[in-house]
C-alpha cells in the first residue's frame, strides 16, 4: 500500500481497499490509529504539521492524507 501510486479515482478505490484490509487485520499493517477519534485527530495533526506544497493530485494527496494518519503521532 503506497500513496506515491495512486494517480487517478480507480488506483485510488485500489488504495482504499487495501487500507481497510490492513486495519481488520492487525497482523498486516502498522496502524496506530485504529479508532476514528484518533485517526482524524492524527490526519489534522499531520495536515497542520506537513509544508504547504502538497502534490498536484489530487488523488495522491487524499492517499497520502489517509495514509499518514493511520500512523501519525
Not at 478505490?13 to 498486516?28: C, E, G, K, T, Y
Not at 496502524?31 to 495522491?60: G, H, I, K, V, Y
Amino acid at each position: 500500500m503506497n500513496s506515491n501510486l495512486v494517480h487517478d479515482r480507480d488506483s485510488f478505490l485500489i488504495f482504499l481497499r487495501q487500507l481497510s484490509v490492513s486495519l481488520q487485520n492487525p497482523d498486516v499493517g502498522d496502524w496506530e490509529n485504529r479508532d476514528l477519534a484518533s485517526f482524524l485527530e492524527a490526519m489534522e495533526a499531520w495536515t497542520n504539521d506537513r509544508p504547504q506544497a502538497f502534490p498536484e493530485n489530487p488523488w495522491q494527496h487524499a492517499a497520502t492524507l489517509l495514509a499518514a494518519a493511520k500512523i501519525y503521532e
